[in-house]
């Protein structure tokens, strides 16, 4: 799952989701189930939101009131048979956030999983060291290419989960109410014992961190 925050009114314009949602190419192979939104009418005029793929209208919703939930009406495989992915909404609407509904698809590349459980309940702002969790990653001798972060965000609000390696931020993902996966991409990666003297997730938010995947090339 993929959240974008949008925060404003959107009049007839395209939502790159792909750009918006930091999707690249390490997504490629991944299936798009649904595209869905939280919304708020701000027009008594016609609306229409659709899901646009490679510039093919592949799901359509008319007047949306409190959400857009948009499912394709054919398979959607990022790399594979599509390579845009783009949110139209023709007339005006207020979009709060969007969410992207991902799936890892039979052409992904196996690459070895360590899964980490935390179970951490988060109030506030709070630091969570993963060195201690850290002793199964350690003489793998592969670097690590993402991770997978489990969390349920218990507030209304969006929260936000960095990951710090050495003291500086290499990524953040955020959370709508409920819970999600969301993933962070390293472009190099880092390997685990050699680039690393501290990793820690930094949360910011009423949230339960359930568990963090670290997928390794």
Known sequence: MRNIF???VVRDELLHLRILGNIGREFSGWDVLSIRARTRSTSPDRTTAQLVVDGNVVAE???PGRSIDLIPNQNVVLGVNSESLDLLIAG???VESVQVEL???DFYPGNYEVSVPLNIPVVGQSNIDLNPYLDALRNQGQV???VVITANNRQAE????SLLLNEQEIGRVFYDNGLSQESLWFEDGFLVGNDQDSLV?????DMMI???VFVLK
């Open 61 to 63: 919703e008319i007047n």
């Open 144 to 146: 690590v290419d993402h």
């Open 210 to 212: 359930d568990n963090i």
């Open 92 to 94: 005006e609407t207020f």
């Open 103 to 105: 799936r890892r698809g």
């Open 201 to 205: 997730l930094s949360v910011n938010g």
């Open 6 to 8: 949008v925060g404003r």
């Open 158 to 161: 969006f929260s936000s989960v």
